[in-house]
């Protein structure tokens, strides 16, 4: 079984994702390789897979970047502070995961002896990101825990860059009293 994971895995790799189902079908793939030889780590990756895969997100990966975001919007809903990210550059850095996405499958890939030129092409890794883009921004994350200060329901991806520019987007958060933006290209 693993081999025939494998073979699906590196020839969708090896010929480039031409749609969003074989973005979603090669991270499927990708997870379940990594679900059944119980390899642990690659965050970002493991986001990623989970986030296509499912209609949404409140647990797993994702769940400490929730708490995160939480955090960052208490704080700065306390301070009556614009949504820059000055203090919480950890956090940009985590909103701004297709840049470590790219080193973590490159490794993931890599170390498991799968193909990579899915990492080192560019032009198949933005193509990639491109379908990766359609795919989660339909999909939100949600958040259940609210505070006093600050209650959000969900999270979502928009993006703010044309087809050829697929890593530029906005995270918008939405509670039930507001709408914030929040854009990680900005400081």
């Known amino acids: 079984m693993k081999e025939a994971i494998r073979e699906k895995i590196n ?8 749609s969003e189902a074989e973005c979603v079908y090669l991270l499927s793939q990708l997870r379940k390789y990594r679900e059944q030889q119980s390899i642990s780590g690659y965050h970002n990756l493991s986001m990623c897979m989970n986030w296509a895969l499912h209609s949404s997100i409140d647990r797993g990966a994702v769940k400490n970047l929730l708490k995160d ?4 919007l208490a704080y700065k809903d306390a301070k009556s502070d614009n949504l820059n990210f000055d203090g919480f550059e950890e956090l940009q850095n985590k909103l ?8 973590e499958l490159l490794k993931f890939l890599d170390t498991n002896g799968f193909d990579i030129s899915i990492c080192i092409d560019t ?3 933005e193509m990639f990101l491109q379908f990766f883009a359609r795919v989660i921004e339909d999909t939100p994350l949600l958040f259940t825990t609210k505070t006093q200060s600050v209650e ?3 999270i979502s991806v ?3 860059s044309d087809f050829d520019e697929p890593i530029k987007y906005n995270w918008i958060i939405t509670s039930d009293k ?10």
Do not use: C, M
């Open 152 to 154: 959000f329901s969900q």
């Open 96 to 103: 701004l995961f297709v840049q470590p996405l790219r080193v």
């Open 69 to 72: 975001i939480h955090d960052f």
């Open 11 to 18: 020839e969708l790799i090896n010929k480039g994702i031409e």
């Open 178 to 187: 507001a709408t914030i933006e929040l854009n990680p290209f900005s400081n």
């Open 123 to 125: 032009d198949k890794y």
């Open 158 to 160: 928009s993006k703010i």
